[in-house]
């Protein structure tokens, strides 16, 4: 079945380094892929998504680059500081059902931290 | 705009019992998904509605059921609680279909 892999579960760096978090998916009718953010205790919170039909996508401190052949995307955070602390997921989505409308798969979310 | 809500925000359960979150999107979207969070299994779909019809629908045993009122307000119950039903359950709502989709607070439900 449908199945987001995310790598890795946690990741530690230093303040001004930078982070990269990498996904796969399954499904090659996949055609949305979003990043959230998870702070603890709060609701995921979209940070930047990409369709399929752009390879990268950026957002000041903030890319994602995305490989349809190879069926992997990643996230890239430069300069981190403390507040991108948080816990990260992508996703991809996924159609289907009786109306073909997507749903999205969930990676199993990297624990990032960044310290001063 | 108001963001989405959920209610209630925390939740004690028994086993065997059943229980009804509800859900009311950001206004104008009609679109709402519910996931549920654990720590060891991420962030699981459950199903998808609009316009008061479910779309999509995950992995989910038929205990999982929901329901999209004509103001686009949602509401999921899970009948015959188990322990492991034990989550955080959030709820997303969209515009439209297929688009970017926006995180309720949560609810979060523990079954003792």
């Known amino acids: 079945g449908e199945n987001v892999e995310q790598h890795p579960s946690t990741l530690s760096v230093q303040e001004g380094d930078s982070a990269v978090i990498k996904c796969t998916y399954s499904d090659s009718a996949s055609n949305y892929f979003p990043w959230y953010k998870q702070e603890l205790g709060k609701r995921p919170q979209l940070i930047i998504d990409i369709r399929s039909n752009v390879g990268e996508k950026k957002d000041q401190r903030i890319a994602v680059t995305l490989n349809k052949t190879a069926k992997h995307f990643s996230l890239h955070i430069t300069e981190t500081q403390p507040e991108d602390s948080a816990v990260y997921f992508c996703?991809?989505?996924?159609?289907?059902?009786?109306?073909?409308?997507?749903?999205?798969?969930f990676g199993t979310g990297t624990r990032l931290q960044v310290f001063p | 705009k108001a963001g989405v809500t959920q209610t209630p925000r925390y939740l004690i359960k028994t086993r065997g019992q059943q229980v009804t979150l509800s859900c009311s999107p950001i206004s104008g979207h009609r679109s709402v998904s519910w996931y549920q969070q654990t720590p060891g299994q991420g962030l699981q779909f459950l199903f998808e509605y609009f316009s008061e019809t479910q779309r999509n629908k995950g992995n989910f045993p038929g205990r999982f059921s929901g329901r999209q009122f004509s103001n686009s307000r949602s509401e999921m119950n899970v009948s015959t609680l188990e322990l492991g039903d034990s989550a955080l359950y959030l709820c997303?709502?969209?515009?439209?279909?297929?688009?970017?989709?926006?995180f309720g607070p949560g609810t979060r439900l523990l079954v003792l």
């Open positions: 997303a709502s969209s515009p439209q279909v297929q688009e970017t989709q926006y």
């Open positions: 996703a991809a989505s996924n159609p289907g059902g009786p109306y073909n409308t997507d749903k999205l798969i």
